[in-house]
């Protein structure tokens, strides 16, 4: 519990002097104000983050938290328990979509055992193994406070040895069959909205199984209690070590200054976690894109940001993290290359402020 509450002592806003001064460069620039939208916003947001005008990233790491849900004994994944082991295999021998592009982008994966129900004799998955999968939420909680803790620590301690190994920025991911259905939990205790609304299919189910999958949900959410005033209970009683592990990740890149991607659904509802224990961390967030798995919106609106990309994906794993670096790149980019008004023989009088 020190890391923790150590942690959240430590997490400040972000330098907004700084982003005003960037804000500023770049309303100076060759072009009609406010004309490269989204991309401004970014390369300022950073600008606060690292108390610089002009930024660039050299090093990319995608942190990968893997772990097991007992829910997945109520039939909520057509998808076997076992692949959770196998896809934590996978992702350090590039067998992943998250992996094929992070390689693409040239970015670093770090893959974390933070509760998968094997045992891995693989130097290349870094052991954080806090129990052999969660238990099922429809008989109690998924686990203990403690190990809520526990987790939440081992995801800050990840990011903590990152950035001294001088990573820029941070994406992130998971492995774990089951976990839709601790996200859809998680996001309907946090907002008040029902799982009827925040639960999608996932990797894919029948209407049956759809129909099974929120029954189970409302279940565990009424069974076990959750506190939505306090994030970590709501992780132990109905979420996952992944979640957790990942809201340790936000936490920790918020504390260390550094910018960090958010994926997809389960990503976000680790995402949201994190904000709920302190809001400052809102500040280091760049969520990736729009998932398109139901409750996404409205994760998005509970956190308060809005996705750079629709591309209706919903692999999860930290893949949508590769596609918002490039984005981020291009922002910092322009921020450094294009050229003022005056440098480009232009005057600002001819256009309009239409933001």
Known sequence: MKLLKETLELITHRNYEAEKSAMK???????????????????????GITGKTNNRI????????????GV????VSTCPKNFAATLTENVTCNSTGVTVLSEFTGTNVTVVDIGVDAVFNNP??????IDMGTKNILKGP????GQAVSAIEAGIEIVDDLCTKGYDIFGTGEMGIGNTTTSAAVLSVLSGLSPDVTTGKGAGLTEEQYENKKRVIKKAIDLNAPDSGDPVDVISKVGGY??????????GAAKNKKPIVIDGFISSAAALCAVRLNENVRDYLFPSHLSDEPGSVYMMKEIGLEPMLNLHMRLGEGSGCPLAFQIIDSALYVMEKMPTFGEASLSSDAYVDIR
């Open 142 to 145: 998924a686990m203990t406070y």
């Open 58 to 69: 050299s090093k990319r790491n995608i942190i990968v938290m893997c772990a097991d849900n």
């Open 124 to 129: 290349s998955i870094i052991n954080k193994k």
């Open 25 to 47: 460069r770049i309303d100076s620039l060759a072009k009609p104000i406010g004309s490269l939208g989204t991309l401004e916003s970014i390369a300022a947001r950073m600008a």
């Open 242 to 251: 992944d979640i957790a592990g990942m809201c340790g990740c936000f936490l």
């Open 72 to 75: 997945v004994e109520e039939g």
